[in-house]
């Protein structure tokens, strides 16, 4: 197994065990953990965070 995909798994198990089940807890997502379903719960304090972001993202295929 490559190193990239090891990190990629590493963060899948963070984003599914930790981070998904937080925001949901906070109210900032509906994530159903049995259907692997996420929903954005909108929210005006966030997207004034969002919106601050800068919108230049680099992008990097899971393959490359």
Known sequence: MTEERTDR??????LIHNHLPKLDEHGIIQYDQES???RYQSDEQIETVLDALPTEVVQTSPDS
Do not use: A, F, K, R
Not at 9 to 14: C, G, N
């Open 36 to 38: 692997n379903i996420v």
């Open 9 to 14: 798994d590493q963060l899948s198990i963070q």
